[in-house]
């Protein structure tokens, strides 16, 4: 009997034409055609697809968003801005995935970068050449590492030893962004919670967990009015 | 190809604190603290660590960055990078992997009725 | 075929609208608006107003159901709430309470 089969399937749809508003809760997979507005609680997946839209705070697993979202949202594991995808709000998660064509206003908080490098450590992933969004992403970006091209009498960058003002006013900015940003809820978890706590049922490999880069050596910094840049040739 | 092109270095082992102007592309392996202003492609390898205000045409980030980044193009925080700041560009890319903590702007462009 | 499934671990507190057929598995409370059909399954809980088309209920629903074309209390179900609609079936092992309007215009 289809009624069955559907329970097994243990997944939520909201279609194109659905409207909710007020509280949603559950336990399954929830994707989103239509419009849910208000609150949002799942302890697994949130997929916002292409004509989805929330307006709503979202607390989640992991959020894979295509249409729009406008609120904030929590997630324990991974929240993903696709092709299409866009979001106003902030964004609390231990990974941040967005990739081109996406667009996003808002802050991120995904913790303190070396409890996030022991939580990835400690599940032993690798930079996930698996991932199909981190596939993508690489491949996005790896047009922007070629060299600009230019004619070669471009003219060569001058380095100067004290901060010059520039010709356009400095960022106007705080530079401890976290910090100082006017509060909006929900405030970031400071204990991102072990992310292998949850059961590792869909595509949740780690990646990226490269060693931190080592210091350079400071020997330099007491001559480094006499510092030249190199050219590569 | 990436041998014909002419690039500035800041060499891993260099630290540079001040600021730093001008139009070329620029990689950085070492350190930098203070301002940039470029007028085309910085790239913060994985052994660069850049602390300054940043504002160029376009960013590439492997290493560690921190403070405000303002690009006319694109920024692309990749897998290995560690940001934090506020970032302001057109298009903006964070792998997956990469560490970020700040705000994003982008132009969002959203239904009419929300 | 139904495009809309609330799951069966799904709450929801609020109002559900929409132009297309709705299965309910969880619990939704509030209230539904539907231009099509409703189907609450065995393990659905609805706590709720209802305004649709047509309803099909096997699983539990309180609240008054007003149905502009059909309305089926199937084996099993359990219904607590008036109902307003033109056509009203009631299987054998339903369990229903409440007020039936059949809306028969003099």
Known sequence: MSVNLKMFLKKTIIGPSILINGRLSGE?????????????????????????????????????????????????????????????????????????????????????????????????????????????????????????????????????????????KPIPRPLNTMANVPPSPPSPPEDIPPTDALPMDDDDEFSGDKPLPPEPPAFMEANQKKVVLKKKK | MLQNEPINIIRKGITIRGSLSGGGDLVVEGQVEGLVDLKNHLTIETTGKVQADIRAEQLTINGEASGNIDASSRVAINASALVSGDIRAPRIVIENGAIFNGSIEMDVKLPDDI | MANTIIGSSIIIDGEISGDEDLVIQGTVKGRISLKESLYVESS?????????????????????????????????????????????????????????????KD
């Open chain 1, 28 to 168: 399954e997979d929830l994707t989103v055609r239509g419009r849910v507005e208000g609150e949002v609680a799942l302890s697994r997946r949130l997929i916002v697809d292409k004509t989805g839209i929330v307006k709503a705070n979202v607390s989640v697993k992991h959020a894979i968003i295509s249409g729009v979202v406008v609120g904030n949202i929590t997630a324990t594991d991974c929240v993903e801005l696709t092709p299409g995808g866009r979001m106003v709000g902030d964004i609390a998660a231990p990974r941040v995935i967005i990739v081109e064509g996406a667009s996003f206003r808002g802050r991120v908080h995904m913790g303190d970068a070396q409890t996030l490098r022991e939580a990835r450590e400690r599940l032993g992933t690798k930079p996930a050449a698996t991932s199909q969004t981190s596939a993508s992403a690489r491949f996005s970006s790896s047009s922007s590492l070629s060299p600009i091209s230019r004619p070669p009498s471009v003219p060569r960058l001058i380095l100067r030893s004290t901060p010059i003002p520039l010709t356009q």
């Open chain 3, 44 to 104: 659905g809980i609805v706590e709720a107003d209802i305004d649709t088309q047509n309803v099909e209920i096997a699983g539990r629903v309180t609240g008054n159901i007003v149905a502009s074309d059909k309305v089926e209390l199937k084996a099993d179900c359990r219904v607590i709430g008036d109902i307003k609609s033109p056509r009203i079936l009631i299987a054998d092992g339903a369990a229903f309470k409440g007020n039936v309007d059949m809306d028969i």
